[in-house]
């Protein structure tokens, strides 16, 4: 097992980016590649991507606690209470897999008919989710193997493995989704035949590296037994954290439900400007991921101090770099969005969203960097109360009033009010020090016998 060290918080946050950039890219290429058949196909990679992230959120119960447990007993020099809950959690993921496989194989046209999927999407989402349902499996291990890896700063290596799942998902699904030469290519179902290969490599070689770099073996019934016990610790931050996002993941399908039920164009404008919008995302998901690792390993350590100067350091840079990249995803706009699509409403339309996006993507810093602080501290009980009510009042049902009321632009305001309530409230709890008994308590735990 890795020493726990401290390493500054670029070096952390650089390879997560890296990372984060290569699975959007992946992302925006196969739906560039489901443009150039219709905006119909294009809408049906929108709404299965955003089935496939919702049914994430039960893997992110685990990579969310496990990050925490072993960023805590890491720096607390608990080492082998890291790798009883490092082989716990292989098990976790196997029944977490196999469950949203289970709900996609089994209810892909009930999830379409609750986003009120247009008919011309429909017979193309809906076999797209089923082929989609065994990488479901595989994603739910290497979302925890590399949450592991990560924990144990091992985040260069982390790129590295996803440099080569990306980059072989995308080298796959560009022949298989258009074809070569004479064969015309599979079209969606081209995408998700290969995720599962890409994501099979990927597992490979997480375990390889978990034996190299960890110096943990796994063996065949740490894939198959449920230790809850030893998850505790895990359950303990990952269900409040996961449980917030599976509120906002369901209100987030009501306000695409709402999307949808304007029409194909606005559900394929919605969908081209989240594209966009992802990459805006990136520098504040990375900056709070390394955040929340460094903020574990700090109150594990036991130095509150540090962890409060730099989460404040984490938030001003979130702010500067989010706030200038939607300003020049804005300004590009004209030139970006005419890759996916020539329809000049559709365009027209995308590029007004950007512009609202300049408030949304700045109110989101909060969100991204201090929660994930907060849930490292111990503190994850509050951010999910603060921020049910906004999901549910702002984000769900605004969405379906504004949208009614100003179409995609009063959705995409519904987006950004419920962005800067929940993170002012999040900001608040962390300036009056809220944070700051569950961090001694924290410590506490990590201290006493086993």
């Not at 290569?22 to 290429?29: F, I, T, Y």
């Not at 893997?59 to 007993?73: D, M, P, W, Y």
């Not at 709900?103 to 999927?117: E, R, S």
Request: net charge positive; charged share 10%; hydrophobic share 55%.
């Amino acid at each position: 097992m890795t020493e726990p060290g401290r390493p500054r918080l670029n070096r952390i946050a650089g390879p997560l980016l890296g990372e984060f950039m290569l699975g959007m890219s992946v992302a925006m290429v196969c739906l560039w590649l489901a443009s150039r058949s219709s905006d119909a196909a294009a809408g049906a990679f929108g709404l299965a991507s955003q089935v496939l992230e919702t049914l994430f959120v039960l893997f992110r119960v685990l990579a969310i606690g496990v990050s925490v447990a072993l960023t805590q007993a890491l720096g607390a020099g608990q080492n082998e209470t890291a790798e009883r809950t490092a082989r716990a959690v292989l098990g976790a993921s196997t029944w977490a897999g196999l469950l949203a496989a289970a709900c996609v194989l089994l209810g892909d046209g009930l999830m379409l008919a609750l986003l009120n999927a247009p008919q011309a999407v429909r017979p193309l989402a809906s076999p797209l989710l089923q082929l989609l349902a065994p990488a479901l499996l595989l994603e739910a291990y290497n979302l925890s193997l590399a949450a592991i890896l990560r924990a144990h700063l091992q985040a260069r290596a982390c790129l590295r493995v996803m440099l080569l799942m990306h980059g072989l998902h995308l080298l796959l699904a560009i022949p298989l989704m258009q074809g070569v030469g004479a064969w015309d290519g599979l079209g969606l179902p081209g995408y998700a035949l290969a995720m599962l290969v890409s994501r099979a490599v990927g597992l490979a070689v997480h375990l390889w590296l978990w034996r190299r770099k960890l110096q943990i073996g796994p063996r065949w019934r740490d894939f198959w037994v449920l230790r809850l016990p030893v998850l505790r610790p895990v359950l303990r931050i990952g269900l409040p954290g996961a449980g917030t996002e599976m509120v906002y993941r369901l209100a987030f399908m009501v306000s695409l439900a709402a999307t949808a039920s304007l029409g194909v164009s606005a559900l394929a404008t919605h969908s081209y400007t989240l594209q966009l919008l992802k990459y805006v995302v990136l520098i504040s998901l990375a900056i709070g991921w390394a955040c929340e690792i460094m903020v574990g390993r700090l109150v594990g350590a036991g130095d509150f101090r540090a962890a409060n100067v730099l989460v404040r350091k984490a938030v001003r840079n979130g702010l500067a770099a989010s706030g200038g990249l939607a300003l020049l995803a804005a300004l590009g706009a004209p030139w970006l969005l005419p890759v996916f699509t020539r329809d000049a409403q559709v365009i027209a339309a995308a590029q007004t969203l950007l512009w609202l996006s300049l408030a949304l993507e700045t109110g989101r810093v909060f969100n991204i960097i201090v929660a994930g602080a907060l849930r490292a501290t111990g503190d994850a009980v509050y951010p999910a109360l603060a921020s049910v009510g906004s999901m549910a009042l702002v984000l769900g049902a605004g969405s379906v009033w504004l949208g009614k009321l100003f179409g995609l632009p009063g959705i995409w305001i519904a987006y950004a009010l419920d962005e800067w309530l929940r993170g002012l409230l999040l900001l608040a709890r962390w300036l009056v020090h809220g944070w700051l008994p569950h961090a001694r308590d924290s410590q506490r735990r990590q201290r006493a016998p086993s």
